[in-house]
T-cell receptor, first 117, second 113 residues
Framework: AQKITQTQPGMFVQEKEAVTLDCTYD???????LFWYKQPSSGEMIFLIY??????QNATEGRYSLNFQKARKSANLVISASQLGDSAMYFC??????????????FGQGTRLTINP | DAGVTQSPTHLIKTRGQQVTLRCSPK?????VSWYQQALGQGPQFIFQ???????QRGNFPDRFSGHQFPNYSSELNVNALLLGDSALYLC????????????FGPGTRLTVT
C-alpha cells in the first residue's frame, strides 16, 4: 500500500518569504503521480500542482513549484513570495491505481500553514 | 464552467438514522469519487463511480453505499449512522476513472449526535 508522510503539523512564515512544505512517499509502483492540494477553512480542496513519476523536470504553477527528488522519495511544495491568502491546510497526495482501472488519492496528514503579516 | 457542487452544505443527524449526500461533477467530467475527512485528518477514499458502477472501494463498511446517475451525478448513502461518521464528506470528479486532475467540491459537513 502507498503511504504519504507530512512531518510538519504546522508552519509559521512571514509574508513575502518563501516556504517549503515537506512530503515523503512510499510506493513500489514505477509509475505514480503526486499532487498538492490547498484546503482553506471553507473546506474545499483546491488543486495546486501535479508531478508525474516520469516527468524529468520539476512541476511549476505560478508561485508553486514541486521539488521532486525521486531517489529520496520526496515531493516538497515550495511557495515563493508567500501571501496572507496562502494561510490554509496543505495536503500532499499520491495517485494509487487499481487493477480494475480505477484510481484513488492517498493523502498525508496535512500541514497547517500560517502567514504572518 | 460549473465546478463540482455538493448538497447539503451542513447536516445534523442522530445516531441510527440514514443520510444521503449529493454531488454534481464538474462540467465534462464523468467519474465521481467520494472521500471522508475526519477533523484534523487527511481525506480517506470511500469509493469511485464510473459508468454508473462502483469501480473501486476503500476500507469502509457496507453501511456506506452509493449511486451514479446517467447525468454523472452521484449520491452517497450512509445507514445506521454512528458518532464516528461525523466528518466532512468530499466529492471529487474527473474525466475517466484514471483522470489525473481530480476537482473537489466544497464538501458536506455531517454531524452525528
Amino acid at each position: 500500500a502507498q503511504k504519504i508522510t507530512q512531518t510538519q503539523p504546522g508552519m509559521f512564515v512571514q509574508e513575502k518569504e518563501a516556504v517549503t512544505l515537506d512530503c515523503t512517499y512510499d510506493t513500489s509502483d514505477q509509475s505514480y503521480g503526486l499532487f498538492w492540494y490547498k484546503q482553506p477553512s471553507s473546506g474545499e480542496m483546491i488543486f495546486l500542482i501535479y508531478q508525474g513519476s516520469y516527468d524529468e523536470q520539476n512541476a511549476t504553477e505560478g508561485r508553486y513549484s514541486l521539488n521532486f527528488q525521486k531517489a529520496r522519495k520526496s515531493a516538497n511544495l515550495v511557495i515563493s513570495a508567500s501571501q496572507l491568502g496562502d494561510s490554509a491546510m496543505y495536503f500532499c497526495a499520491m495517485r494509487e491505481r487499481s487493477s480494475q482501472g480505477a484510481q484513488k488519492l492517498v493523502f498525508g496528514q496535512g500541514t497547517r500553514l500560517t502567514i504572518n503579516p | 464552467d460549473a465546478g463540482v457542487t455538493q448538497s447539503p452544505t451542513h447536516l445534523i443527524k442522530t445516531r441510527g438514522q440514514q443520510v444521503t449526500l449529493r454531488c454534481s461533477p464538474k462540467s465534462g467530467h464523468d467519474t465521481v469519487s467520494w472521500y471522508q475527512q475526519a477533523l484534523g485528518q487527511g481525506p480517506q477514499f470511500i469509493f469511485q463511480y464510473y459508468e454508473e458502477e462502483e469501480r473501486q472501494r476503500g476500507n469502509f463498511p457496507d453501511r456506506f453505499s452509493g449511486h451514479q446517475f446517467p447525468n454523472y451525478s452521484s449520491e452517497l448513502n450512509v445507514n445506521a449512522l454512528l458518532l464516528g461518521d461525523s466528518a466532512l464528506y468530499l466529492c471529487a470528479s474527473s474525466l475517466g476513472p484514471r483522470g489525473n486532475e481530480q476537482y473537489f467540491g466544497p464538501g458536506t459537513r455531517l454531524t452525528v449526535t
